[in-house]
């Protein structure tokens, strides 16, 4: 939180609404892991591979995000996050797909985890019948728990740490950037919400941050369906 010194009501209550939520995320064992250099390959893989599924629908809630947009400087602002989530990330996941050797076909044919499956429909799900606050309010905690959970890992994990490129990432200012225009693109939409809306704005934000933690969780435990 004090990384993003601008934000402003709505984020600020947000981020103290599910400050306890955020600390399990941080301590949870795949982070801990992560930070200590410990985490299996297998584990990362399973994790990288569903990341890399997940992406695909983040891109095209943002993109609805871009449709739904009130002005167009957030017109552009969610068209570019689009492109930066199906390009420039998937790019970082791509060097870890290659380097377990993960192609394609291999890719395509592995199936979205209840964890993954779950988060992309209901973010789709809110991103199409949503109103443009409840639909920020769903994204920004991919945004904002992978900058902090980046920072904090970060600021722990040692120079040969085997996740080091990951690590770079989300701790990255480019990837901070990002973040603040997202948590100020929030606030604006806030601000001018009912208490209605800003209810349903903190309930999407608190389901999300629920989301982020299923999605490492069943990563670490290899949740699967079970038929």
Not at 60 to 81: S, T
Not at 93 to 117: K, V, Y
Not at 161 to 180: K, L, Q, S
Request: charged share 20%; proline share 5%; aromatic share 14%.
């Amino acid at each position: 939180m004090a990384d993003f010194p601008s934000a402003g009501r709505f984020s600020r209550e947000a981020w103290a609404r599910n400050l306890a939520a955020y600390e399990t995320i941080r301590t949870m064992p795949f982070n801990a892991e992560l930070a200590a250099g410990t985490l299996s390959h297998e584990r990362f893989r399973r994790y990288i591979v569903q990341d890399a599924h997940y992406l695909i629908g983040f891109g095209r809630a943002l993109a609805l995000a871009a449709a739904k947009a009130p002005h167009p400087d957030r017109i552009v602002q969610f068209a570019r996050g689009a492109e930066t989530a199906i390009v420039v990330e998937r790019a970082l996941h791509g060097g870890f797909l290659r380097d377990f050797g993960i192609d394609a076909e291999t890719f395509a044919a592995t199936p979205l985890s209840p964890a993954c499956d779950h988060y992309v429909a209901w973010l789709m799900a809110s991103a199409y019948a949503e109103p443009y606050e409840v639909v920020l309010g769903a994204l920004l905690p991919c945004f904002w728990i992978y900058a902090e959970v980046g920072r904090d890992i970060f600021s722990r994990a040692r120079p040969d740490n085997p996740y080091r490129a990951w690590i770079d990432t989300y701790a990255g200012e480019e990837f901070g950037a990002a973040v603040a225009a997202m948590i100020a693109a929030t606030d604006e939409a806030a601000d001018s919400a009912s208490p209605a809306l800003l209810g349903r704005m903190h309930a999407a934000y608190a389901h999300a941050t629920r989301l982020e933690y299923g999605f490492w969780d069943g990563a670490y435990r290899d949740l699967a369906w079970p038929i």
